[in-house]
């Protein structure tokens, strides 16, 4: 049974996502203080965190920003206020998804079931011997997840690693924005395709030398993204 923590300090709202996670098969707990859901996000073993921005103590910016420290597990935010600099700033901390207040139960399992199901495809054992894709100093190990620049390893979140081997493993061939959203997040009607952008940008501050100027990931302009061998 997959495991989730809600970080949530309106209580009522978290007894509710609670419900309807739980109807669906989930085992959920729930932290209602920034520092409580930090403590127990790092020390416990979930498979989805769903944070609410703005909570008392730490907040979800800085519970994402320290969860990605030490594990690429999805994560969903939540937040009433509907910013695009908050929803860019929590893509860019490393979050998997973000979520508008007010949203309709079904809406939040129909997310974290997409986000676990495809987590679990990458993530599966059954890999006998490591798939490696090497370009001029890049090095993607597909099986261990881990990405090489020049033999130093950079952190790559869940997303942005699927992103980058999906370009790589497709190279020379240009992807509109909504043909790597529906790829790589597999929720076509539920997600905001401005979430290609805010990755492709994370991405290239992690493999390239010089970003103005990409040797991998090149911009099509009025189309969309093309990775370079």
């Known amino acids: 049974m997959s495991r989730i923590l809600i970080v949530e300090d309106e209580e009522s709202i978290a007894e509710l996502e609670k419900d309807y996670l739980e109807l669906s098969g989930f085992e959920v707990e729930i932290a209602t203080s920034g520092d409580t859901g930090l403590e127990m996000a790092l020390k416990g073993d979930y498979d989805i965190f769903i ?25 969903l935010m939540v937040s009433a206020r509907k910013d695009d600099i908050d929803k860019i700033r929590g893509l860019g901390l490393g979050a998997d998804d973000y979520i508008t207040k007010p949203f309709s139960p079904s809406e939040l399992v129909a997310r974290v079931k997409a986000h676990l199901s495809r987590y679990k495809r990458l993530v599966g054992k059954d890999v006998q011997k490591n798939e490696v894709i090497e370009i001029r100093g890049l090095k ?41 959203f529906s790829n790589i997040w597999d929720m076509e009607s539920l997600g905001d395709i401005a979430t290609v952008t805010v990755h492709i940008k994370k991405i290239r501050e992690k493999i390239e030398l010089d970003t103005s100027k990409p040797q991998y990931i090149e911009t099509i302009w009025g189309v969309g993204y093309r990775f370079k061998i």
Do not use: W
Not at 163 to 175: D, E, G, I, K
């Open 51 to 75: 944070l609410d921005l703005m909570l008392p103590g730490v907040d979800g910016f800085e519970i994402c920003k320290q969860i990605r420290k030490e594990k690429d597990t999805p994560v």
């Open 140 to 180: 993607i190990d597909r099986t261990a997840r881990r990405v090489f620049v020049d033999g130093v390893e950079k952190n790559f979140t869940t997303k942005e690693f699927d992103l980058l081997t999906f370009l790589a493993s497709n190279p020379n061939r240009v992807f509109t924005k909504e043909e790597l």
